[in-house]
Antibody, heavy 120, light 107 residues
Framework: EVELMESGGGLVQPGGSLRLSCAAS????????MSWVRQAPGKGLEWVSG????????SFADSVRGRFTISADISRNTVYLQMNSLRADDTAVYYC?????????????WGQGTLVTVSS | IQLTQSPSSLSASVGDRLTITCRAS??????LAWYQQKPGKPPKLLIY???TLESGVPSRFSGSGSGTDFTLTIRSLQPEDFATYYC??????????FGPGTKVDIK
């Protein structure tokens, strides 16, 4: 059974950093792409970052490029999102999502999400 | 690539036939998916590649379209279908975008 479990969210001051983790089970990160998608309170979905199978070809939305990085520990089957220079508009629930295929595309499994609040 | 959805919200009754439209700012071939999201829950994949029904999704859901115009149809609305629906494109790989959502509530 596929499961995704996010962790690492919390309250952080503007300009601060946070690292989110997404522990995957039931499939291998070597085979499927992964993404992070966020949802600000009361707002819609925004794709943030993604990577292809094996942790290759990282990509980022314009809103986070240069501030966020995505990586994977294949041995732990875990994806990370390192978030630096956080701003108030980064406040959101962050979901990790598994792609249908080896590239990030459409997402067939999602975690329950972890809340990031950027505030002083 | 920008996505727009119409309507942004609607009220409907159980048993109604519903159509939600998603329009892309440029052609996206078959790289379109639809999701359903209920409050406090993560999105759920309904349809991918325009018209392929995800495993376990009821057959009252269907998708169609091509180029820039796509539709999600719910044949006979059920109580559990009241939710927000999002389209998503991945033609501009590696960049992905979601539509703004369509909220379906009870009339």
């Amino acid at each position: 059974e596929v499961e995704l479990m996010e962790s690492g969210g919390g309250l952080v001051q503007p300009g601060g950093s946070l690292r989110l983790s997404c522990a995957a089970s039931g499939f291998s990160l070597s085979t499927y792409g992964m993404s992070w998608v966020r949802q600000a309170p009361g707002k819609g979905l925004e794709w943030v970052s993604g990577m292809s199978a094996g942790g290759y070809s990282p990509s980022f939305a314009d809103s986070v490029r240069g501030r966020f990085t995505i990586s994977a520990d294949i041995s732990r089957n875990t994806v990370y999102l390192q978030m630096n220079s956080l701003r108030a508009d980064d406040t959101a629930v962050y979901y990790c999502a598994k792609s249908l295929g080896s590239r990030h595309s459409s997402f067939d499994y999602w975690g329950q999400g972890t809340l990031v609040t950027v505030s002083s | 690539i920008q996505l727009t959805q119409s309507p942004s919200s609607l009220s409907a009754s159980v048993g109604d036939r519903l159509t939600i439209t998603c329009r892309a700012s440029q052609g996206i071939a078959g790289a379109l998916a639809w999701y359903q999201q209920k409050p406090g829950k993560p999105p759920k994949l309904l349809i991918y590649d325009v018209s392929t029904l995800e495993s376990g999704v009821p057959s009252r859901f269907s998708g169609s379209g091509s180029g820039t115009d796509f539709t999600l149809t719910i044949r006979s609305l059920q109580p559990e279908d009241f939710a927000t629906y999002y389209c998503q494109q991945f033609n501009s790989y590696p960049l992905i975008t979601f539509g703004p959502g369509t909220k379906v509530d009870i009339k």
